[in-house]
């Protein structure tokens, strides 16, 4: 008898289901009967099925697969399903397959939704406890690799170091200027509205004076830095090591904390007080063009008021936050750019978790100096 396609019948004797295998089930005449077996597998989940062999021409490991497959069919079928029929030869290759059934995908049992929660809440515990080790580890290689180098000047990049100062910070000037020019601004103008109700115009210059020397200028500076160079500290050096650029690196015995991170952190440390006057200063000629304009407030007169009333404690209260925040926003920068693994979205998930990392820690240093300050009368 001439060997035909595979295909099957399906009929039910004595009330049980039954499937007639029939012609050549080997690979290549398979294409069509896998998509007619899986909807037939998913039709009879749970009845009692009997394969019928005994018209079955042909058969290799492909085919045998699917019927085992359809026999089992995720171990839902009766006890009483059952083969007929087949040579020896077809029901050894059947039982030979049978152990490399993968395992049908099972839906999770949906836990209670408060145990869930719990469950979340202790694992993000424990990821930011292990990151939190992490990332002290890093800080102290990163401040014993730099007294190594202040040791040992010969190995301190300054080439590199420049470049960072020029991209991290000298590029920075027009964006932190311009918005430190604002705030400022803003700052007297709501000052301005305010303070005319009680007849107190007069100490707007107080007013953005001290508000722009402790704080605005140096925070605002620092979250700029943290979202402009920080992520792009992670970008660099993970891109470098998705393309495998650190390894090599190692290979030819340089040290990568002293070739991609300290010059990016002694540059950062360096560019953000000096990017932190520019924008207290720039801030203050905000608020006193909007007290010029909007107050009648000269600007010999608003000088000469913030000569009377403002100390230089305020000034220095807000410079000295600057190497703190750009150490932190470096650091961090640079610990998750050696984070990244092989792919693009590691590297987006680096990246993006780098500045809020950078923006929650200059928050929480900024917090502590504030306190700090209180304590001391400063």
Not at 197 to 223: H, K, P, Q, W, Y
Not at 233 to 244: D, H, L, N, P, V
Not at 348 to 375: C, K, N, P, W
């Amino acid at each position: 008898m001439a060997e035909t396609a595979a295909f099957f019948d399906i009929g039910i004797k004595d009330g049980v289901l039954r499937l007639f295998a029939k012609g050549d089930w080997r690979a290549r005449y398979l294409g069509k009967v896998d998509e007619e077996l899986r909807d037939f597998s998913d039709d009879s989940v749970g009845r009692e099925l009997v394969i019928d062999l005994t018209a079955l021409d042909r058969l290799d490991t492909t085919g045998a697969m699917m019927l085992q497959r359809t026999f089992f069919a995720c171990g839902s079928r009766t006890d009483a399903s059952r083969y007929v029929g087949g040579s020896d030869a077809q029901r050894a290759l059947l039982d030979q397959v049978a152990a490399h059934l993968a395992p049908c995908h099972v839906m999770p049992v949906q836990p209670n939704a408060f145990l869930a929660m719990l469950d979340r809440l202790g694992q993000g515990v424990m990821d930011a406890y292990h990151a939190t080790l992490e990332l002290m580890n890093f800080i102290g290689f990163t401040l014993a690799s730099g007294w190594r180098v202040l040791t040992r000047p010969s190995h301190f990049r300054w080439t590199s170091t420049v470049h960072h100062m020029e991209e991290a910070g000298l590029n920075a000037v027009p964006i932190v200027g311009l918005m430190s020019f604002l705030i400022g601004a803003v700052v007297a103008y709501m000052g301005a509205k305010i303070l005319s109700m009680f007849n107190a115009d007069i100490f707007t210059v107080e007013l953005v004076g001290i508000s722009v020397l402790r704080e605005f200028g140096v925070l605002l500076s620092a979250i700029l830095i943290a979202g402009r160079s920080g992520s792009a500290f992670t970008a660099q050096i993970g891109s470098m090591k998705i393309r495998e650029e650190i390894d090599a690196m190692r290979v030819l015995g340089l040290e990568p904390m002293e070739v991609l991170v300290l010059p990016r952190v002694f540059a950062l440390v360096v560019m953000l007080p000096a990017l932190a006057f520019l924008a207290a200063m720039l801030g203050i000629i905000g608020g006193g063009l909007v007290a010029w304009t909007a107050m009648d407030i000269s600007p010999a007169l608003f000088l000469s008021r913030m000569q009377e009333t403002i100390i230089m404690n305020h000034f220095w209260a807000g410079l000295i936050k600057a190497p703190f925040f750009a150490f932190v926003i470096a650091v961090i920068g640079c610990f998750q750019g050696m984070q990244v693994e092989g792919s693009s979205e590691s590297l987006g998930q680096r990246t993006t978790l780098s500045v809020v990392q950078s923006l929650f820690l200059v928050i929480v240093i900024d917090a502590f100096f504030a306190m700090f300050y209180l304590e001391i009368d400063f």
